[in-house]
């Protein structure tokens, strides 16, 4: 039983770290898209990808 209720903690985690870093990627790209839009670019880019995984593994869950 502890078991179980320690991986659901653990995936508990691991969804919230992997929904923060797409918008932290997002906010980063907004912020420097004036001044180097390459680097901003590839921040949204690596958001969205990570948005993709954290929607299927939400999915598949």
Same mark, same amino acid.
């Given at each position: ?6 991986? @659901? ?10 929904? *923060?870093?797409?918008?932290?990627? =997002? /906010?980063?790209? !907004? +912020?420097?898209? @004036? ?10 880019? *690596?958001?969205?990808?990570?948005? =993709? /995984?954290?929607? !299927? +593994?939400?999915?598949?869950?």
């Amino acid at each position: 039983m502890e078991n179980s209720n320690q991986s @659901k903690i653990k995936n508990a985690w691991l969804f919230y770290i992997l929904s *923060i870093f797409p918008l932290a990627g =997002l /906010i980063i790209g !907004a +912020l420097f898209y @004036k001044k180097n839009k390459t680097f901003a670019r590839n921040c949204i880019g *690596i958001a969205l990808a990570l948005a =993709l /995984i954290y929607v !299927a +593994l939400h999915s598949a869950k």
